[in-house]
């Protein structure tokens, strides 16, 4: 087994058995602190014990991301930032760790964007791709055949950290913004059309000291062409600084695309790839679904993946199926959508009803053996759902494991979910799960299982998941989610749309829930009507 850690922002801890995953961990989701850097010493246990593994079972270890510790984190954790979570001691050559009892031979500090890489080009279904991976690190290329992944000559882009600087100057932090600001781009297209200076830097590679003229720009415009979008609480933001900041970044991806695409074919393995490859998107701006698929569209590559822990939760993935894939040689294999989207730890009907009774006097609860429709009926009424299945999501999209389910067809919906029961930004969308079979004839589709594609949205029924004119949609399948696709069914059944409105299972500043415990914490202190767990319907007491 291996055992593979990311020291960065979103902590995560990976057990390898024999290709597949056989343990993961996000450590936010248990610490219940937002991107909680590192892992700590209960996070190991949990590790193992998903696993059914000791220390002793360990054959390699991998440490990611190890020793980072930039503003940043400082600014963002302060003293929950921790470079030594648990009890270790690497040897003097960084080739061995000591750590509970045992000396294992170990890997430190495998290439950042590398590691990103990975985790998206071994998922995919494809036996040869181009692998771009960028965040506000910087970025990387990659070359992968059949199970080969190698670096390939491209010059490095920040444009994920002007992305990053220009979030935090609208107001939403660096670290945790990117994706408000995504949201908040479409309220300013009127101030679109970029500058001859930022087209000249989109045109060339990006190095840390060319980015502050890049920032500067940015906002010099925005404030020219300013469009102020007001929020609660007597908050506002300008939407001119996301939308030419959004513009920016495409127009950056799109010529980086452009760049690979040619040094490809030109490159010496060009002839191990087809005329038009294939295209992994990996790293945390990888998360920006809406340039991930404008500029897919308008490249020449054939067809397109990303990981669903696009950011640094899943380097420790990409480092261990590097080690296992190209390092020890073993074959690629094809992999489920449900190994990529789910983790291993889930939690038995004792330990569901164990957490209900400890919440006796708050929640009244029954059993269901018809809880799937009793659930669908009770979304097309307009309640607000709780949803809580199997295994909990890796990666940030909530991928009907950990979910609130609402009624898409309400126009009120997207307000209602924003304001009372999410407490966020007005502006912010919600996302669609969509019967993969149905989702051809409602929007301007493709198979999306991970939530990280933005398509037209074709019908008007749907406005709590319009956000103007698209939808970053989930496809479900019965294969990747049988009872996740059964609920949606049953909602078409009900009311003619295979959809349901899906948004993360949490409130506030908080992660997605991940224990029976938390999810019931989040429902009584929120405004869901229904908690639902496998074959258990819960409500509030009177």
Known sequence: MILSLNFNHDGSGVILNQGHIAAYVNTERFSRIKKHPG????????????????IDDISFVILCNHGINYPEFLEAFGDKYTDVPFDYKLSPDFKRVEMRGRTIDCAYNPDH????????YYFSPFNSAL?????????GAYIGVENRLSPFPLPVTRVGAIYSEISRAIGFGGLFGAGKTMGLAPLGKAAAGLTPALLEFA???????????????ILDLAAKREIIVKGHKGKSWNAASAYIVQEFLETVLKHVLEQLFRANQRNKMAGKLAANPNLCLSGGTALNSVANEKVFRASNFSNFYAHPACGDDGTSIGAALYWWHHVLGHPKIPRQNSEAMYSVASYSSTSIKDAIRSFENRVESWSSTDYIAETAQY????????????ASEIGPRALGNRSILADPRRADMCDKLNK??????????????????DAQGWFDAVESPYMLRVVRVKSREIPAVDHFGSARIQTVSAQDNSSYHALIKEFKDITGVPAVLNTSFNVGFEPI????EDALKTFV?????????????VKKAP
């Not at 029961?421 to 993969?436: D, G, I, M, Q, T």
């Not at 829930?513 to 029976?516: D, F, G, L, M, Q």
């Open 39 to 54: 892992l700590r010493e209960e996070d190991l246990d949990e590790l193992f014990r998903q696993a059914g593994a000791t």
């Open 113 to 120: 964007f590398l590691c990103h890489a990975a985790a998206s």
């Open 131 to 139: 692998t771009f991976a960028y965040d506000p690190m910087g970025s």
């Open 203 to 217: 045109q060339n590679p990006l190095r840390v000291d060319d980015i502050t003229p890049v920032i500067e720009e």
């Open 379 to 390: 979304i097309s009424e307009g309640k607000i759902v709780g949803w809580f299945n199997g």
């Open 420 to 437: 009372k029961v999410k407490h966020r930004e007005s502006f912010r969308p919600f996302a669609p799960s969509v019967l993969l079979e």
């Open 513 to 516: 829930v991940e224990t029976p």
């Open 525 to 537: 202190d929120s405004e869901l009507d229904y908690l639902v767990f496998p074959g258990i319907i």
